[in-house]
Every structure is written in structure tokens, then in C-alpha cells.
């Protein structure tokens, strides 16, 4: 059966998050019978930039806006044109990202506001967690969980992790390299008395650290699966705070469909996507990550054990086609609610 137009609209449509988190989308919203447009969105240029774009918003049954702040004003303008609007995001954007991984989030009345004015001209949002979805429920008409979704089986050609070196390994964007440091202790101290320890890291940017000998392997989408499933243990260290609790644990369910064995700080969704003792290791402290490494370090059995769990947790919890079928499905539900497309006036354009 056909079905309506969606317009996609976010700041870059090439980052992680959006690549991940909607464009997973399109292919069963096509075979559905979806019109799909995705568009950028300026970071400047406010209530200019819709007012630009008013034909495209008039044109979209649906218009799902990821990861965008809008100001009071500005969200009237967007809501005056959209028929149907989701709001989705998948990071803690009520509060301003720390430089440092020391540093407290900026949790600026204006940040707050912007974000609560776009919460409420939305027919449904859409959060990657429950810490997201509770920051929205004050202005949220209806609001739904959905974990950011990992393609499983494109972990499925596995590399071959080298028998004389244990390799630790961490993806991710450069922005986020700072959390390492929480880790690196422990790691110092591990690769003292294990001279096969290596750190891998994955990203476009590199630290240089002296006591840890790091391999460097620049991102790409063929270079990740290969420098993971050749990999044997990976990590996510964070702090706890308004920012990283609102993080969706994406490089755990990478490293779980890799079939890794996960050690990760007990942050946000990292304590659903880790389950302490059966697909992984939550450490909340120096002496917690460099035991956690080392019990793993120590037992092929337990690695894989680990590993195994993991991979059958990604697929049954975190997959793309239980993520995108759920999502097509809502999508099709607020289509469904109100008049049909055909029949919605007042929507001319100058």
C-alpha cells in the first residue's frame, strides 16, 4: 500500500548518528511505499533557514527533524507548515557538550528552552533512551524509546585477532577520545606486566601516549569491521554527567555485534546494553577496569562466552531490522492520526 512523503531534516546528513539512526530507515520506508527526502539544515540563519525551506515542510506528510533545537518562534514557523512533525535525538542536546572530560555540561536556560519549545510542536518524539526521553516528558505530547540500531551482519566477516598480541580496542570520534583517559591507568599498569597488550584505536584523530603502545587505524566503513572483529576486548569509558548519561552506548553494540566481550563505566545506557557478568564488565573505578581487563585478558573461554552473549543480544535487542521495521511502523501511525494527507487546508506556500 502506499503511503506518504517523509522529509528528513538534520544539521550534516553524513555523521554517525544520522547514518546509524535514520538512514537505516529508508529502505523499508521505500518498500513500504514512503517518499523520502533527506535535507540539511543550517546551524545559523535562524527562523531564515525555515522559512527557506517552507515549500519542502509543505511538501512532507512527515517531517522528522534529528537532533535540531529550535526557539520558541521558530518552531511555530516549522509547526505552521509541517502537517505531522517527529522530533528524534539520540544525545543529551538540552545541555552543551564538555571540552574536557572533566569539565561539568553547561545546562544554559536558553539550551533548555530551545529544546522544550521543539519537544512541543512535536506529534511524537522519538529518544535513543530513557535518561533523553524523561528530559523531554515535561513538554512531550507522546514520547517513544528507540535505541540507535546496529547492522549485525555486517560483522559477520570476521578478522583474525593475532595470538601474540591482546588487542583493546576503542571507535569513535575524535571529540570523544577525552573519555580514554579514564582507562588509561589501568591500562598503564596492564601493559607493564602483559608486554602483548596494544590499544587500538579507531577514529580520524590519534592521542600519544608513552606507557601504551597504541595502533592507529583511521576510520573508514571497511576498516572498522576488520579492526574490530580482529580486535579482542572493547571498551567505553565515560563520566557521569547531563551529557554522557544521555549517550545511546552505540560502539558497545558495535562491539557486541562484533562479538567482543565489552568493559564500559556504569553510565546511562551503558548499564542496559552491558549486562555485568554475561556480556561484559561494568568498572567504576581504576582497580574495576584494570581487573575487568585482565579477567579477560587471562581466559579465551571467558572472552568468548562473553562474546557470544553479546552478538545474541545485538541481534534480538539492537538490530537495524527490528529498529526500522518499529520505526516504520510509528511513522506510518502518525500518518494515520488526524486527516489524511489529501485533506489537510491551509497549507499554501509563498
Known amino acids: 500500500m502506499s503511503h506518504g512523503r517523509v522529509l528528513f531534516l538534520t544539521y550534516e546528513l553524513d555523521v554517525p548518528s544520522f547514518r546509524y539512526r535514520m538512514r537505516c530507515l529508508f529502505g523499508d520506508l521505500a518498500e513500504r511505499g514512503w517518499t523520502i527526502r533527506e535535507e540539511e539544515f543550517p546551524r545559523g540563519r535562524y527562523f531564515l533557514r525555515t522559512w527557506e525551506r517552507r515549500q519542502q515542510l509543505a511538501w512532507a506528510d512527515v517531517v522528522v527533524i534529528s537532533k535540531i533545537n529550535l526557539n520558541r518562534p521558530e ?42 519549545a521543539t519537544c512541543r510542536i512535536a506529534d511524537v518524539i522519538v529518544a535513543g533512551n530513557e535518561t533523553l526521553a524523561s528530559a523531554a516528558r515535561p513538554s512531550g505530547k507522546r514520547i517513544v524509546v528507540l535505541p540507535t540500531p546496529v547492522n549485525v551482519h555486517a560483522y559477520d566477516r570476521p578478522g583474525r585477532a593475532r595470538d601474540d598480541q591482546f588487542i583493546v580496542v576503542w571507535i569513535g570520534r575524535p571529540e570523544n577520545l577525552m573519555y580514554l583517559e579514564l582507562a588509561r591507568p589501568a591500562l598503564a599498569r596492564l601493559a607493564q606486566r602483559y608486554p602483548a597488550l596494544r590499544l587500538r584505536i579507531v577514529c580520524s584523530e590519534f592521542p600519544d601516549w608513552k606507557e601504551i603502545e597504541i595502533e592507529r587505524v583511521r576510520w573508514s566503513p571497511d576498516s572498522e569491521i576488520e579492526a574490530l572483529t580482529s580486535a579482542h576486548v572493547g571498551i567505553m569509558p565515560l563520566t557521569d554527567n547531563a551529557w554522557t548519561r544521555g549517550k545511546c552506548a552505540f560502539k558497545l553494540l558495535q562491539y557486541m555485534a562484533a562479538s567482543l566481550p ?89
Open 75 to 116: 518552531a511555530a514557523l516549522l509547526r505552521r507548515y509541517g502537517r505531522r512533525v517527529v522530533f528524534d535525538f539520540d544525545d543529551a542536546i538540552y545541555v552543551r557538550k564538555p571540552r574536557t572530560y572533566t569539565d561539568v555540561p553547561d545546562e544554559s536556560p536558553w539550551r533548555r528552552g530551545k529544546f522544550l
Open 262 to 350: 565489552c568493559v564500559a563505566s556504569p553510565v546511562g545506557a551503558n548499564c542496559q546494553a552491558v549486562r555485568d557478568g554475561i556480556t561484559g564488565f561494568l568498572a567504576d573505578s581504576d582497580a574495576g577496569w584494570e581487573q575487568a581487563l585482565e579477567r579477560l585478558m587471562e581466559s579465551p573461554a571467558l572472552r568468548a562466552r562473553l562474546g557470544v552473549a553479546g552478538r545474541e543480544s545485538a541481534a534480538e535487542r539492537y538490530s537495524v531490522g527490528v529498529h526500522s521495521k518499529r520505526y516504520a511502523d510509528l511513522l506510518s501511525e502518525v500518518l494515520s492520526d488526524g486527516l489524511p494527507a489529501s485533506t489537510v487546508a491551509g497549507r499554501s506556500v509563498g
